[in-house]
């Protein structure tokens, strides 16, 4: 079983960067698909990035291209996610899922001058 946690979010003014973090523990993050959700107040949760296992091929939601990069860190278990020129819409809890079947908790990222 996988265990993930969430950090590195907080309250940002708009065009300003964060990252985030998704610690794994109880196994190797690299023998999955990591992907990084988020959820605004209100609205459905989308993925935003995601990396895959297999081929570290990575994909992006259309609303975060060329703004947020998602990279791993194999000798930490960590993957991170650098969020660029962030906006107000970027405003929402952020998850990170490990192969569909383990969340961790969120970390709020809030965008507001």
């Known amino acids: 079983q996988l265990q993930l946690v969430e950090s590195g979010g907080g309250l940002v003014q708009p065009g300003g960067s964060l990252r985030l973090s998704c610690l794994a523990s109880?196994?190797?993050?690299?023998?999955?698909?990591i992907g990084w959700f988020r959820q605004a107040p209100g609205k459905e949760r989308e993925k935003v990035a995601c990396?895959?296992?297999?081929?570290?091929?990575?994909h992006y939601g259309d609303s975060v291209k060329g703004r947020f990069a998602i990279s791993r860190d194999n000798a930490k278990n960590i993957v991170y996610l650098q969020m660029n020129d962030l906006r107000p819409e970027d405003t929402g809890v952020y998850y990170c899922?490990?192969?569909?079947?383990?969340w961790g908790k969120g970390t709020l990222v809030t965008v507001s001058s």
């Open positions: 899922n490990a192969g569909d079947l383990w």
């Open positions: 109880g196994s190797r993050s690299d023998y999955y698909t």
């Open positions: 990396l895959a296992s297999l081929d570290n091929s990575i």
